[in-house]
């Protein structure tokens, strides 16, 4: 790799870390609620990886497992 390339990229990283470390910083002096903590760690995660944090509830997750078990599941079972 080119050296300038690689010093650009490390200037890169460094700011991507500072960045990070400032906002987590700034957020950590206040005291917040959980949710509020949740929202900063996703803006920073979607922020430095470029993909959004989904979250689903434990209904969501229990209702999706439940409808694939009913795929797969005889009937005569779920009445049961």
Request: aromatic letters at 8%; charged letters at 45%.
């Amino acid at each position: 790799m080119d050296g300038r390339v690689e010093s650009r990229r490390k200037k890169l990283i460094g700011r991507r870390r500072k960045d990070f470390a400032d906002e987590y910083e700034k957020a950590s002096r206040t005291k917040r609620s959980l949710r509020q903590v949740q929202a900063v760690l996703d803006r920073l995660y979607e922020k430095f990886s470029g993909e959004r944090v989904v979250r689903t509830s434990l209904r969501e997750c229990l209702d999706d497992w439940f409808d694939g078990k009913k795929t797969e599941t005889a009937l005569t079972t779920l009445l049961n």
